[in-house]
């Protein structure tokens, strides 16, 4: 049995409509905005990205996101510091790339070990910090 709960209001034809989301679909749906916003600072701190490359690596991995959600992605974790933008110019069009801040990357390091601890019990049942890495 599936656990329904959350009435979410849609429009369907002009009216509104309210379909329930189940409790996994809620789960599942936060956990991957998490991880969207992890893959990103994972990223930056690799080297400079920008929206479209960031789109085409989560695509890679079977995740399309659109612009939509990325772009406003983007400018939240700038306005929280974790990045930073700077313009180039690219074939004639500017481009905005993104770096990971020294803020930013305290931020993720914190998140990956927490992130390793919680899978190591969550996946694979051990206390944490008990695996070999």
Known sequence: MEVLYEAKTTERGGRKTQARVSHKSQICRSF????????????????????????????NFGYDISPGSLYPLLHALEEKKLLHCHIREVGGRVRKYYELTDEGRSCLVEVQQDLADLVEEIIFEKKPGTANR
């Open 32 to 59: 991957l905005q998490g991880m969207v916003e992890l893959f990103v600072l994972q990223r930056a701190g690799r080297g400079p990205v920008y929206g479209v490359s960031l789109s085409k690596a989560l695509h």
